[in-house]
């Protein structure tokens, strides 16, 4: 069965401290998709990252496929960036498999 | 531009009713994807479509969901009947496929179903 894990589940930090989310998959796949959700809000897309590292803003992915993990390091963390992280990996014909999150709370 | 629409946002159900939640996905995406989302369970795929052809029914879900696709910017999901368990936030995507078999996935806002 396909699967992906991510750790932590849940991650409490200061503001200004950086985060580390980390998602490893039980097989290779090329493509890895990072989302956002608050608590009733909607699936955010942050990053779509294939391989290598991306960055947008504060936010940067790094995934190694022969490795099957991916990483998503976010700097100088503020109270807005509360939420659900999810990385997803991608089948055959685009289909995602979603990992449980980690909950990132920041605190003033 | 206009992202993925649902609606409704909010519905709630009698055990043993037929609902019937709607899609539209961005204009111009040719894959269409339906997924439920449960605290337990997470996200879980229920159908998807590619070019209007249905890729994926569902499979322990094709008993009592039906999704449909009858033009490339609109599709529906069907629940008949529905049971408390089915009580959910059901999300909709779209993606451009562009024939390397994998593209970035956009979010609808969800509807959240509670069954009674």
């Known amino acids: 069965e396909q699967q992906v894990q991510q750790s932590p589940a849940s991650l409490v930090l200061q503001e200004a401290e950086n985060a580390e989310l980390q998602c490893s998959f039980s097989?290779?796949?090329?493509?890895v998709q990072w989302f956002y959700q608050r608590p009733g809000g909607r699936l955010v897309s942050l990053l779509y990252n294939p391989s290598g590292t991306k960055q947008s803003g504060r936010l940067t992915s790094t995934t190694v496929i022969k490795e099957r993990r991916s990483s998503l390091h976010i700097s100088s963390s503020q109270i807005t960036d509360s939420g659900t992280y999810l990385c997803?990996?991608?089948?055959?014909?685009?289909?995602?498999?979603f990992g449980q999150g980690t909950k990132l709370s920041i605190k003033p | 531009d206009a992202g993925v629409t649902q609606t409704p946002r909010h519905e709630v159900a009698e055990k043993g009713q037929t609902i019937i939640l709607k899609c539209e996905p961005v204009s111009g995406h040719n894959d269409l994807f339906w997924y439920r989302q449960t605290k337990i369970q997470g996200l879980e795929l229920l159908s998807y479509?590619?070019?209007?052809?249905?890729?994926?029914d569902g499979g322990a879900f094709k008993d009592r969901f039906k999704a449909e696709m009858l033009n490339s910017s609109f599709s529906t999901l069907k629940i008949q009947p529905t049971e408390p368990k089915d009580s959910a936030v059901y999300l909709c995507?779209?993606?451009?496929?562009?024939?390397?078999?994998?593209?970035?996935?956009?979010f609808g806002p969800g509807t959240r179903l509670t069954v009674l």
């Open positions: 997803a990996m991608g089948l055959y014909q685009g289909k995602l498999i």
């Open positions: 097989i290779f796949t090329n493509q």
């Open positions: 995507a779209s993606s451009f496929d562009w024939g390397g078999n994998y593209a970035e996935q956009f």
């Open positions: 479509f590619r070019s209007k052809s249905l890729m994926e």
